[in-house]
């Protein structure tokens, strides 16, 4: 009863280099979202899914790339991180139907020195 | 796009006594969800409100949508310390995708 989960669940990097977050749900849900968490500004969607290989971009895609293999798994990679991309980033997920929750994992802390 | 806002940014609440925190949008909303975080975790889904005028309880917490679904709000009576964290609002847009837009949050600090 694994739910969503995220890795790691925290990292430090450097300026420059490349860094994926990996998410996986066991729900076989739909729909995905990357969310990164900054103070005074709440929750901003990076990149969303609707299913396996369709993925779109959200409020702020700049520096981030995703991909969705299977419907399982959808990592988040910065191509090259920068300071201003530490945060704290979410991964959530929705199945179909009427009632919309979305779930969220744990979450990713990330430092980028 | 559309923003809801939230106010107030910061609430300081004494054990027992009661608050609310509101979500207001310039345009109408479809629904509103609310979510809460604990310091340090992550979101965890409240409710969802779609009706005009609709209330929702949920044993000490009270959620409503207003008349003109533009605004929504949740009152807490007798907080508790298990209260503590940050609620969020946010819509669904109604497009295919069904993106949540987040409100800034409300932080909740209670004072035992």
């Known amino acids: 009863d694994a739910g969503i989960t995220q890795s790691p669940r925290y990292k430090i990097t450097e300026t420059g280099r490349q860094v994926t977050l990996m998410c996986h749900q066991t729900?076989?849900?739909?729909?995905m979202f990357w969310y990164r968490q900054d103070l005074g500004h709440g929750l901003r969607l990076i990149y969303y899914s609707a299913a396996a290989d369709i993925t779109d971009k959200g409020e702020v895609p700049d520096g981030y790339v995703v991909s969705r293999s299977k419907t399982e798994n959808f990592p988040l990679t910065l191509e090259s991180a920068t300071r201003s991309q530490t945060s704290v980033y979410f991964c959530?997920?929705?199945?179909?139907?009427?009632?919309?929750?979305?779930?969220f994992g744990p979450g990713t802390r990330l430092t980028v020195l | 796009g559309q923003q809801v806002m939230q106010i107030p940014q910061y609430q300081h609440v004494q054990e027992g006594e009661d608050f609310t925190t509101y979500c207001n949008s310039s345009?109408?909303?479809?629904?509103i969800q609310w979510y809460k975080q604990r310091p340090g975790g992550h979101p965890v889904f409240l409710i969802q409100l779609v009706k005009s005028g609709e209330v929702k309880k949920q044993k000490r917490l009270t959620f409503q949508f207003g008349e003109a679904k533009k605004n929504s709000s949740l009152h807490i009576t007798a907080t508790q310390t298990t209260d503590v964290g940050t609620y969020f609002c946010?819509?669904?847009?109604?497009?295919?995708?069904?993106?949540?837009?987040f409100g800034a949050g409300t932080q909740v600090v209670v004072t035992p």
């Open positions: 946010a819509y669904m847009t109604t497009d295919s995708w069904g993106k949540l837009q």
């Open positions: 345009t109408t909303l479809s629904n």
């Open positions: 959530a997920s929705r199945g179909q139907g009427s009632y919309n929750e979305q779930f």
């Open positions: 729900w076989s849900h739909s729909y």
